[in-house]
């Protein structure tokens, strides 16, 4: 039997400072092995506990961890253990995908780089063994990352995509949608990757915009190739051999499938030719008209007069198929001319445009070339221009599905947060068009349809012809459906699967169902935790994904497959740019946790395909913000960054240094527990219930801050509103129970004499931290695990904090009153601190202060809090009064009914200070010239970027309130001299 990971020892004492290394250490390995991630579908069966589950957005096999990964981990994450800490039976299952495309690829590239093979050199099969050993080898790279990032996952329902169980389960969706009618094959327009010799989905495409002319990258061609032009030519009309249409076009080499030319039925100029043949240049027996097509043609535009070409162009194919033109593909599967493209034949596509256009130029047929601002689809994978091509495939028909995905959003059945998605999905789905499944690939589901050759009935099967494919699950399935439908024995039939695989968001759309066994319906799992309850991913894959798998449950099984989604932004870098390798702006969250040494990052946008210029600024800046490297913060620090930053509707401009200084945070909270051990000896057993002890306010007020954090923490929780979340639990921790509370407390836990004070205040402390870490765990769940095992009482709490319930909201403890009392007091302690600064007064002197209140009210909480004024301002005596009694002082309004006084007259050398002070000021004025300057530069508005106007705005704000600050300081010192 496996021995089981024991618990972290943490009998030592604590580090001095916060390690993260030695922090995340341990941790994972006693959460899994504890069986805490795995959900009991019996204790959901008995209505023991209610389920709560989270499907993963499946990571490619290929991938490993990036921004986006750990965006969605911690706040999915976050969500499982705050259901879990609720009471849900909790289940988030992970998996990754297949990949089809970018797993052959990798492959491919393996395979050459190693042995100078290609996949077709090896055969189909065996390069699919080739797959499944990479897969085998690396493909758990991004699973380890995940546990890096403490996924509360449970591992014993990882899939793969590609396994028996989704496999089995593809082939039931597909043959179940046949027979519905919704698959259907046809020959129609695909996004063709001629590198990869596959069709493409939409998502796989980027689209780039040309403004001006210029040579694009493409495989194969060294020279690049040329876009951003429009070329006029003409074509001769055959019964006017002295008449000619002029079309235009960005892709001349097309020129060889065409069909027609197209006019407006009103334009006057081509009246008489519409019906009339023209002349094909190059192929002489192509039977070409002159057709009216008011949809497709602007007569105002251009000449008028469009090229059909409907075996290669979206409006051109809408166009052949309303008037039964001919659809001529022109291109083999590698990108060279086909035999429909006469004497081209062979070329390579881009050097048939070359000569297509000499060959017509010779002939008197060019009629000029534009420049053309124009938008280009590349292939995301190859970097290849894509070419509509029309191809048999099998389609999925979404018209139905569409409607009732967005029926369900529409009755409430169905909610999408933010709710400004909304309107995104229905357009989409309102307007969808039938979906292409066929991957011309050898790695993935391949199709279960297999094309039948009868004796006497099919002897020669046409792919483009449904009734000649069989569809089944299996080969022996087939044959016997094949016999049923033709009515012969097996010896008459012969079957050949298709080649191609299916879409990878085919089996992506049906998860929610397979990863928990459908199409067995009747197990344990699938009853479960079926319908999971959120669906959280990027806004980027909201159709693509989410919207096919609210469509393919619908009709596989007729319900919902989640009831909620929730859609976070993209991560971009510090300045809002998209992240890509050619910009050298990757942030690798592996770098963050672990760190990172300069010189990797500077490798990294020397690497970049950035102009020179730009390289030696990054790397400029690399070096003044990041001299030592990235340090090494945490996923606790990374995790919180992310969700800090998720404030609904905006993308997230991902700052290092901000995790950097989330790191410090995890440092304070350390820090704080460290400081609390002090007073908390490992016998002490808290109270049930603090309220009754006799609290100072302090106290008071430390747990209404708690009471309130509680509440709004768990609201923000409920609502996605996780940028609040964490920035009340920062202010919480920090602001006020480290900078405040834990000073505020010291006198009290110190005493040796007022013991009931000190239990209060041990109480109240022990309170906060328990309840605070709980609080955090969700988002930060290593730390909080090792600073809550440390407190003292293990006994009277659960194992791990993981199992500990969410705190709820406690309205005894919570008044509101407290926060504005707390407020004023320490608008005193600041304004009195803010004087010690100002003079330079060392720590060792603690002047007297004094607090002079007109109001009676005022005077009565001042002097009830006199001590912990004292206490927090770190001065002498504070003396409460209506009238001041002190000599020497310099003052501050805190205001109108309430003065701060500090006395000052023996402690600093009154002239020396005036003189610092004066100089001060002048490197003040200084300083805030040379902003002014910068602000008053012309197109200051315009040229400078928002932030870093902003930037001067608030050092300019800043530099004025210090200098009148100090001017106000002189001028009391000076009435004492």
Not at 843 to 858: G, Q, Y
């Amino acid at each position: 039997m496996e021995q089981k990971t024991s618990k972290k020892d943490l009998s030592h004492p604590m580090e001095k400072e916060y390690d993260p290394k030695k922090v995340e250490s341990g941790w994972y390995e006693w959460w899994v092995d504890q069986g805490f991630f795995h959900a009991d579908e019996k204790k959901v069966l008995s209505k023991e506990k209610k389920p709560y589950t989270i499907l993963i957005p499946p990571p490619n096999v290929t991938g490993s961890l990036h921004a986006g990964h750990a965006l969605f981990v911690a706040i999915q994450d976050t969500l499982i253990r705050y259901r879990k800490m609720k009471g849900f039976e909790v289940l988030w299952i992970p998996g990754t995908d297949h990949a089809g495309i970018a797993t052959q690829t990798v492959t491919e590239k393996l395979l050459m780089k190693a042995e100078g093979k290609t996949r077709h050199d090896l055969g189909r099969e065996k390069f699919v063994e080739r797959v499944w050993d990479w897969c085998n080898k690396y493909g758990g790279q991004i699973l380890n990352q995940f546990r890096a990032m403490g996924c509360a996952m449970d591992w014993d329902r990882c899939f793969f995509t590609l396994d028996s169980c989704r496999t089995n389960a593809v082939n039931e969706a597909f043959c179940r949608l046949a027979e519905k009618g919704i698959i259907y094959r046809m020959n129609r327009l695909v996004n063709w990757c001629s590198t990869l010799r596959t069709a493409l989905s939409d998502i796989e495409v980027e689209h780039v915009e040309v403004k001006e002319p210029m040579k694009m990258k493409v495989p194969g061609y060294i020279d690049g190739v040329e876009v951003g032009y429009l070329t006029h030519f003409s074509y001769k009309l055959k019964d006017f051999p002295d008449k000619e249409i002029v079309v235009a076009t960005t892709r001349l080499e097309t020129m060889l499938g065409d069909v027609a030319v197209a006019v407006h039925p009103e334009d006057k100029r081509y009246t008489e030719f519409i019906g009339k043949q023209l002349i094909h240049p190059f192929i002489k027996d192509r039977k070409m008209t002159v057709i009216a097509d008011p949809i497709l043609v602007d007569m105002k535009f251009g000449t008028g007069a469009v090229k059909i070409t409907p075996a290669h162009d979206p409006n051109d194919f809408a166009c052949g198929e309303r008037h039964h033109l001919e659809m001529i593909n022109i291109l083999n599967d590698d990108g060279t001319i086909n035999s429909n493209g006469g004497e081209f034949e062979g070329m390579r596509r881009f050097d048939a445009r070359s000569k297509v256009y000499e060959a017509l130029e010779k002939m008197g047929q060019i009629r000029g070339k534009t420049k053309n601002v124009m938008t280009i689809s590349v292939c995301q994978r190859s970097g290849d221009l894509i070419e509509p091509v029309i191809k048999p495939q099998w389609w999925i028909k979404t018209s139905v599905m569409a409607q009732r995905a967005v029926d369900a959003v529409k009755k409430g059945e169905l909610k999408i947060f933010p709710d400004n998605h909304v309107k995104t999905w229905y357009q989409w789905l309102e307007n969808a068009r039938d979906w292409c499944i066929s991957r011309q690939l050898w790695w993935g589901h391949r199709i279960p349809a297999y094309l039948c050759t009868v004796k006497g009935i099919i002897d020669n099967p046409d792919t483009n012809n449904q009734d000649h494919w069989i569809i089944a699950k299996s080969e022996e399935e087939a044959m016997e459906k094949a016999k049923e439908k033709y009515k012969v024995a097996a010896d008459q039939i012969s079957l050949a699967q298709d080649s191609d695989v299916l879409d990878t968001w085919f089996s992506s759309g049906i998860l929610p169902l397979s990863s928990l066994g459908w199409p067995d319906t009747g197990s344990n799992d699938f009853k479960a935790f079926f319908p999971t309850q959120l669906l959280e991913t990027g806004t980027d894959i909201l159709f693509f994904w989410v919207a096919r798998m609210v469509m393919m449950s619908l009709t596989l099984n007729d319900s919902l497959p989640f009831t909620e989604v929730f859609l976070h932004n993209l991560v971009k870098d510090a300045q809002g740019k998209k992240m890509s390798k050619s910009k050298g702006n990757v942030i690798d969250p592996l770098e963050i946790i672990n760190g990172c040494a300069l010189e990797t990052l500077i490798q990294k946008v020397k690497g970049s395909s950035l102009p020179q210029p730009e390289v030696d600024r990054s790397v400029n800046l690399l070096r003044k913000e990041f001299p030592k490297g990235i340090p090494q913060c945490s996923s606790d620090a990374l995790r919180f960054t992310l969700l800090s930053y998720m404030n609904q509707g905006t993308n997230i401009n991902l700052d290092i240094k901000r995790v950097i200084g989330y790191r410090h945070f995890c440092n304070k909270l350390w820090n704080a527990l460290k400081f609390a051990l002090i007073y908390l000896p490992a016998d002490f057993k808290p109270e049930a219930d603090v309220s009754a002890l006799p609290l100072g306010f302090a106290e008071k007020w430390i747990l209404s801050a708690l009471a309130e954090t509680v509440r709004d923490t768990g609201k923000h929780y409920e609502e996605f509103n996780f940028g609040l979340a964490m920035n009340g639990l920062y202010d919480f921790w920090l602001h006020k129970l480290c900078d405040v509370y834990l000073e505020a407390a010291k006198p009290a836990l110190q005493s040796k004499t007022d013991l009931k004070a000190a239990n209060a205040a041990q109480n109240a402390l022990y309170k906060c931290l328990y309840i605070g870490l709980c609080l955090l765990h969700p988002a930060m769940p290593f730390i909080t695990e090792e600073l809550y095992q440390r407190l003292p009482s293990p006994e009277s709490r659960a194992d791990s904090i993981f199992l500990t319930p969410f705190p709820e909201f406690e309205a005894k403890y919570y008044n509101a009153d407290y926060a504005g009392q707390m407020e004023q007091l320490m608008g005193a302690v600041q304004s009195v601190r803010s004087m010690i600064a100002t003079l330079n007064i060392p720590s060792k002197n603690r002047p007297k202060m004094a607090i002079v209140c007109k109001d009676e009210t005022k005077l009565q909480f001042f002097s009830e809090n006199a001590a912990l004024i004292s206490t927090l301002a770190k001065v002498g005596d504070a003396e409460v009064c209506k009238e001041l009694a002190l000599e020497g002082c310099i003052m501050h309004v805190l205001n109108p009914g309430v003065t701060i006084y500090l006395q000052v007259k023996g402690i600093i050398d009154i002239k020396n200070e005036i003189e610092r002070l004066k100089k001060k000021i002048g490197q003040l004025e200084g300083f805030a010239k040379k902003i002014e300057q910068k602000m008053g530069v012309k197109d200051y508005e315009q040229k400078v970027p928002e932030d870093v106007r902003k930037e001067n705005k608030e050092k300019h704000e800043t530099t004025l309130h210090e200098i009148e600050a100090l001017k106000k300081c002189i001028e009391d010192l000076e009435k004492m001299s």
